[in-house]
């Protein structure tokens, strides 16, 4: 049979129109919940998305922390790098597919999860999550955490599957996002007016 | 390739109005024409079109470090020497970049003929993958086209894997001029496939984008931007006053500044230079060369130029036609003439897109100039036999 030239399936429109308002994608409008940060289960149903996607982000988080969670040596390292009583002691035993053998370490407290916005019911989450497999990325969902100052960072979990989850990321894997900052100025780039720049 | 009529679908306008595709029409012309179409073989799809689109933008990557590790090359393409860097750099660390469109001549004979790389800003993307394929399902289902029609068009899936290699934890900033309704459009389409991919999205006006005490990119909410989308060209950012951050904190932005030799046509006689001959490319020279003076019939085109501003054609050494425009103070190229595919519908260009490394579909446009336009139509394509 002779290979088809376009897609698989019909394309289709996550955000349902192109012309979705600067507003609305900015967070000040209804439709999009621009935060997907979630600090809790009930903090994500409180903003609107779906229950079930809520639960299963959490889990996922939970998972991917269990597995991946910066690790420390000692609780005094721990602390310097998040904070004082922002750290826990975890037994390796609890890190899934744990090839590494017993003892314990010390690893910040999971302090959120991040989900995409586009989630509206378990289905999407699926079929997000999927994607994130194919991708080579395991979890689907990112666990959150907080430095010291306030910052938030997350971990990158990689997989092959099987044993590459039991490897947690050095700290140097861990980046702060966007962090808050102040801006000095605005309007240093766009001064150029034309009917359009595309080509 | 043939022009082909058919029946517009009676409720097209109401699916362009249902999808926010409101630049269907544009400065008060149509732009998106429903009940035409170009229709090619899939030979032709395959031979003529697919595979040297791919040939050419391999040939393109593989000169692009060569050109930013060349002065000279560099002078040439009239990149501002204290932002050299800037691109440098962006190509030293392999910065990701997303997608291009190839603008090609096909006259339905011989090989196609590279006209220019819109690699940095094109449009014409959501019409391409999206409004372009469901037009295609819909005249099958209609009947107005054959069951096994098919189209060269796996641009939308291409985005979303494309964008699936981004890491996800930043957000993915989009910025564009938003009150050109074309160029907003088209950012928002490129973030609906961010968001398919798993990326949390933010829209903000180019103009808006604040710099922090560090020298850093910022949104509204006072937060550094990670990552960000620019539907704005590069040889203007590198000339506006944030530029001077650029060095710092430039590899935020998709498309990476490395595109800027790209799609800049001083590109052309340098890839006619490695490439003496090549079947899909035309003579092209720096209009300072002497060799110049060997073409007759050819196009002036200026380094930066876009909307087909300031190009000129010349037949037997005399000013056909030209566009005009505020463009040409970097200097110009010439390229040897390549006739266009012509119709009752005018003039057409092919536009052939690649998204990552790889060659994924096909947006024709025709005017009724031979020097295509910000008014050009849009004209779905289909391959049948």
Redesign the interface.
Same mark, same amino acid.
């Given at each position: 049979m /002779?290979r088809?030239?376009?897609?698989?399936? /019909?394309?289709f429109? %996550?955000?349902?129109?192109?012309? $979705?308002s600067?507003l609305a994608?900015? !967070?000040c409008g209804d439709q999009t919940p621009?935060e &997907?940060m979630f600090t809790s289960v009930d903090q994500c149903v409180t903003s609107g998305m779906d229950r079930q996607v809520c639960q299963a982000g959490y889990q996922d988080a939970m998972r991917a922390h269990l597995a991946a969670a910066p690790r420390f040596n000692g609780m005094a390292a721990c602390e310097a790098e998040y904070g004082s009583g922002q750290c826990t002691e975890q037994s390796a035993s609890a890190v899934p597919n744990n090839t590494g053998g017993g003892g314990s370490f010390f690893v910040p407290f999971l302090t959120g999860y991040?989900l @995409? @916005? %586009?989630l509206n019911n378990i289905g999407d989450y699926y079929n997000?999550r999927r994607?994130?497999e194919e +991708?080579g990325?395991y979890y689907g969902s990112?666990p959150i955490y907080r430095n010291r100052s306030g910052q938030t960072v997350?971990t &990158?979990v990689r997989s092959g599957g099987g044993n590459d989850t039991s490897i947690a990321p050095s700290r140097q894997t861990v980046?702060p =996002?966007? =962090?808050?900052?102040?801006? =000095? $100025?605005?309007?240093? #780039?766009? !001064?150029?007016s +034309? #009917? @359009? #720049?595309?080509? | 390739m043939k022009r082909i009529t058919l029946p517009a679908r009676p409720d097209w306008l109401d699916k362009a109005r249902a999808v926010g595709f409101g630049f269907h029409e544009m400065y008060g012309e149509p732009y998106w024409l429903d009940d035409a179409a170009y229709t090619f073989t899939l030979d032709e799809i395959e031979m003529q079109i697919e595979g040297p689109s791919q040939e050419l933008h391999d040939m393109c990557m593989d000169l692009v470090g060569d050109i930013v590790g060349s002065e000279e090359a560099l002078d040439r393409l009239a990149i501002p020497e204290d932002l050299r860097d800037v691109v440098q750099r962006s190509w030293q660390r392999r910065d990701r970049h997303l997608y291009g469109r190839f603008d090609l001549a096909y006259d339905g004979t011989g090989p196609v003929k590279l006209l220019e790389y819109n690699a940095d800003t094109p449009t014409s993307v959501f019409e391409t993958a999206y409004f372009q394929f469901n037009w295609l399902t819909d005249q099958v289902a209609l009947g107005s086209l054959p069951k096994d029609a098919d189209q060269y068009n796996s641009l939308q899936e291409s985005l979303v894997e494309a964008f699936e290699q981004f890491s996800k934890e930043p957000i993915f900033h989009f910025a564009a001029m938003t009150d050109n309704e074309e160029d907003r459009g088209t950012t928002v389409y490129l973030m609906d496939c961010a968001v398919q991919a798993g990326h949390r999205v933010e829209l903000l006006d180019i103009r808006e984008i604040g710099i922090d005490a560090q020298g850093r990119y910022t949104d509204l909410q006072d937060r550094v931007i990670d990552r960000c989308f620019k539907l704005y060209p590069w040889e203007f950012m590198l000339r506006e006053p944030f530029a001077r951050d650029l060095v710092r904190s430039g590899d935020v932005f998709v498309e990476p500044a490395w595109k800027a030799v790209l799609s800049n046509k001083g590109l052309l006689p340098l890839l006619w230079q490695r490439h003496p001959n090549h079947p899909n490319l035309l003579a092209s020279y720096f209009a300072d060369d002497p060799a110049a003076s060997s073409l007759s019939d050819y196009v002036r085109k200026p380094l930066l130029s876009r909307e087909g501003e300031n190009v000129t054609i010349f037949r037997d050494g005399r000013e056909l036609i030209s566009a005009p425009g505020d463009y040409g103070d970097e200097g110009f190229i010439v390229q040897a003439y390549a006739p266009l595919f012509e119709s009752d519908g005018g003039f057409a260009v092919l536009g052939s897109w690649i998204v990552g490394d790889r060659a994924c579909g096909l947006a024709v446009r025709e005017d009724r100039s031979r020097i295509t336009a910000n008014l050009s139509r849009f004209v779905p394509h289909v391959i049948v036999g």
């Open positions: /002779r088809r030239k376009s897609g698989h399936k /019909r394309p429109l %996550a955000l349902g129109t192109i012309a $979705a600067t994608l900015s !967070g621009s &997907t991040m @995409s @916005s %586009a997000y994607r994130q +991708s990325s990112t997350t &990158t980046k =996002v966007n =962090v808050n900052t102040r801006t =000095v $100025a605005r309007q240093g #780039f766009g !001064g150029r +034309s #009917f @359009s #720049f595309g080509g | -």
